[in-house]
T-cell receptor, first 109, second 117 residues
Framework: QQQVKQSPQSLIVQKGGISIINCAYENTAFDYFPWYQQFPGKGPALLIAIRPDVSEKKEGRFTISFNKSAKQFSLHIMDSQPGDSATYFCAAGYHKLSFGAGTTVTVRA | GAVVSQHPSRVICKSGTSVKIECRSLDFQATTMFWYRQFPKQSLMLMATSNEGSKATYEQGVEKDKFLINHASLTLSTLTVTSAHPEDSSFYIC?????????????FGSGTRLTVV
């Protein structure tokens, strides 16, 4: 049973553009919502995370928007750069994390 | 920031042998450690959760006798793949979580690529 649904599966964006990835969750007990970036052959690296008492969090070019009533959260990557080309995973949980299926982002120069 | 070291990064073993993977939290005490498995172009699949000094909790469908987990201290957890077979070839990733006073976030290791020949 997939507890976190992520979309799109992949996206292509031009350099300088905005990448948007969406996730939805089912379990209302989840209290931690991180986003991870993963490069091939490497472990996931935390990008940004949010708790449910906050609706938006921004760190540099990365912003999480969180909608508790809709049980949805999204990642916005502003001013996308070729170095942002990677796979992005959303996750949600409390004692342990459930991961989305991942989104492969390709930034065209 | 929190750092988790995973070793080895790559290992090739013969079918029928056992392989041990280590996961260490370098600058914080990990109250809980997690082990994941990831197949190519797929998401991370949680295998088991371990707390220091207690038995690991395995996810449904994960063979606990094949994937032995030991969490001997607050900074070290090991995963041993016993009697490995080619179908066990995968990317194994550990994660460690500190307590609430340490932010309570999850930090991941760099992964271990296991190839069973």
């Amino acid at each position: 049973q997939q507890q976190v649904k992520q979309s799109p599966q992949s996206l292509i964006v031009q350099k300088g553009g905005i990448s948007i990835i969406n996730c939805a969750y089912e379990n209302t007990a989840f209290d931690y919502f991180p986003w991870y970036q993963q490069f091939p052959g490497k472990g996931p690296a935390l990008l940004i995370a949010i708790r449910p008492d906050v609706s938006e969090k921004k760190e540099g070019r990365f912003t999480i928007s969180f909608n508790k009533s809709a049980k949805q959260f999204s990642l916005h990557i502003m001013d996308s750069q070729p170095g942002d080309s990677a796979t992005y995973f959303c996750a949600a949980g409390y004692h342990k994390l459930s991961f989305g299926a991942g989104t492969t982002v390709t930034v065209r120069a | 920031g929190a750092v988790v070291s995973q070793h080895p990064s790559r290992v090739i073993c013969k079918s029928g042998t056992s392989v041990k993977i280590e996961c260490r939290s370098l600058d914080f005490q990990a109250t809980t450690m997690f082990w994941y498995r990831q197949f190519p172009k797929q998401s991370l699949m949680l295998m088991a959760t371990s707390n220091e000094g207690s038995k690991a909790t395995y996810e449904q469908g994960v063979e606990k006798d094949k994937f032995l987990i030991n969490h001997a201290s607050l900074t070290l957890s090991t995963l041993t793949v016993t009697s490995a077979h080619p179908e066990d070839s995968s990317f194994y990733i550990c994660s460690a979580r500190g307590d609430a006073g340490q932010g309570g976030g999850y930090t991941f290791g760099s992964g271990t690529r296991l190839t069973v020949v």
